[in-house]
């Protein structure tokens, strides 16, 4: 990217600020998260939340936040401060870096595992294994104490030499160079699962919902996995608005971005799901189920080895993709606001993302008996991020562009017609903001 507009770097081409925001997009979030959040909450109910939370929160949100980015040419609180002339939003500002950082951290750790199944694929130390034999691999892998800690601290070590070089030179070339092949891969492994004897099943219990299933702490879920999965709500993609260029169409970019993410991760459901139902794995499984259900897959495929060693490759291409956005609000925060050198706040966001993030590992080792809230500090993190500050994170960001920022300023960003402006802006205004705290009050139990 690197082309300078004012001192700040700039994505090169159409294509490589796509491939950057749909690499910010999609990550685990996709392939590891979506399945195992539709399992544990009813599979076609949490998909409908789902979708109506991308449609009728989702676009308006990430329309939002690449305008206010583009506009600001700031990190999230330069941004709020710009159009608010005033302090009052720092708030906004802090809940997104706290986010991300909590974020950087319990991802981590999930990365950690894909370049632990990694390096496991390629020594072919899957073969000839069962169901059950999955699952006790990955309950003892993911419970000792050295091996995901190496792990964690590895991939932190490779987010660090990414964010070294700086936004684009990194990101940029990485996402269009890889995003487009875990694309045409998901695809080949989609029609595999569709062949599979209780592909059926599988793809009743994704696509067939139960409205009986679909309850308050769904749509949460749903809502919280559509903000996660979205990279919105703490100013990441509010980051990447602030690098595009003048004249690209943030509208098409806003709608692109999504229907790539939504798609990955339907298509990583309709991976996962047949295979749950085929080999006779729970579909609420939780944070294990794709690492146990994965290499399943691959072992009945011919080639699995190379299979499994690709996907695993590319998964934790992806997870760097989406960890770069996290530690770019980061350290934009630190250069732009506190005067920091890029060095040193990079180094801060590995501190404190190493510190963090090794906690995250052993909660499922030695600290699995600590809970707060009866969550381990992994899932604590994970709730308190995705289904508390993402949605308080996007109603900010919503109300910010619909009442606060001058409707000049949206529209000259947007460059939509009127019969696009104008339900935007009402999604933005009223739509947005009340449905996503009525469903957080709702599933609080505040209402
Ligand atoms: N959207 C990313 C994913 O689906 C995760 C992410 C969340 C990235 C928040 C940046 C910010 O994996």
Known sequence: MAKSHGGRAMFGSKFGVIAAAVGSAVGLGNIWRFPYEAGTHGGGAFLLCYIIAILVLGIPTICAEYALGRAGRANIFG????????????????LGILASIMI????????????????????????????EDYHSEFVSFSTSNWRPLLCTLLFLGINYAVMRRGVTAGIERISKLLMPILFVILIVFCINS???????????????????????????????QAFFSLSIGLGCM????????????????????????????????????????????????????????LPAIFNQLPGGVIWSALF??????????????????????????????????????????????????????????????????????????????????????????????????????????????????ICLRYIAPISILLVFLRSIGII
């Open 104 to 131: 950087l951290s319990f991802y981590s750790v999930v990365a950690g595992w894909t370049l632990e199944y990694f390096f496991r694929s390629i020594s072919n130390s899957f073969a000839g294994m069962t169901a």
């Open 238 to 293: 509010m980051i990447y608005g602030s690098y595009i260029k003048a004249d690209a169409n943030l509208t098409k970019m806003a709608t692109v971005t999504v229907a790539l993410d939504t798609l990955v991760a339907i298509l990583a459901g309709v991976v996962i799901f047949p295979a749950v139902f085929t080999f006779g794995f729970s579909p609420a499984a939780g944070p294990a189920l794709v690492f146990e259900v």
């Open 312 to 425: 695993f490759l590319l998964l934790f291409v992806a997870s760097l993709t989406s960890t770069i956005s996290m530690s770019e609000d980061f350290i934009a925060y630190c250069t732009e606001e506190r005067g920091m050198s890029r060095r040193s706040a990079t180094n801060l966001n590995l501190g404190i993302a190493v510190v963090l993030g090794s906690l995250c590992t052993i909660s499922f080792g030695c600290l699995n008996d600590f809970k707060i809230f009866g969550l381990t500090i992994f899932e604590l993190f994970d709730y308190v991020a995705s289904n508390i500050l993402l949605p308080i994170g996007g109603i900010a960001v919503t109300i910010f562009a619909g009442w606060i920022v001058k409707k000049s300023v949206m529209k000259q960003q947007l460059g939509v017609s009127g019969i696009v402006f104008k339900p935007l802006m």
């Open 194 to 224: 569709l062949m599979m004897d209780k592909a059926q099943e599988g793809l009743a219990f994704l696509f067939r919902p139960d409205f009986t299933q679909i309850t308050p702490s769904v749509m949460l879920s749903a809502l919280g």
């Open 79 to 94: 941004t709020y401060r710009k159009f608010s002339n005033s302090n009052r939003w720092n708030w906004a500002g802090c």
